[in-house]
């Protein structure tokens, strides 16, 4: 009779400690990027991809993607990145968080400078909402500490 008290007793205190051990072993690190990834599909001879690149080296554009964005060339065809779905054309542009994560729905075919603009405010938007890290205020404070040292300095 004692022994199945102990047996019942060994096995409640080994379910209690199942039961109550933390998630923390089984959940993995996310080393957040300091900028949005974008990955640009694109192909030789696409006439749209040649415009979309255009219209990302206006003033604009070029300001958000220079400061917060790290742009990457991916050739339609080649191995694309695993839990990506692949696109159907070119140009197809991914915004990608940690991980490869989608931050917004990809960007496909040529779009207007207001179009593009839409595209990198809602991954900023949603890399905020995602990350609670605020790229611009961010940057806006590395550039002011950097700025203050500059002018200490001189």
Do not use: R
């Not at 990198?120 to 961010?138: G, P, Q, R, S, V």
């Amino acid at each position: 009779m004692s022994i199945i008290k102990h047996l019942s007793l060994l096995f409640i205190l080994f379910f209690m400690v199942a039961c109550f051990s933390t998630d923390e072993q089984t959940k993995k690190e996310i080393i957040v990027p300091d900028k949005i990834s974008i990955l640009f599909v694109t192909q030789p001879h696409c006439p749209s991809c040649d415009k979309l690149e255009k219209t990302m080296q206006l003033q604009k554009p070029k300001a958000l993607l220079d400061k917060y964005f790290v742009i990457n060339k991916f050739y339609y065809g080649e191995k694309f990145p695993d839990g990506l779905i692949p696109p159907n054309g070119t140009p197809t542009v991914y915004f990608l968080g940690a991980d490869n994560e989608v931050l917004v729905e990809p960007m496909v075919g040529e779009k207007t400078e207001e179009a593009l603009m839409e595209f990198l405010e809602d991954a900023l938007y949603e890399f905020k909402n995602t990350y609670h890290i605020d790229l611009i205020e961010k940057y806006k404070e590395t550039n002011e500490s950097t700025t203050t040292q500059l002018t200490t300095t001189a």
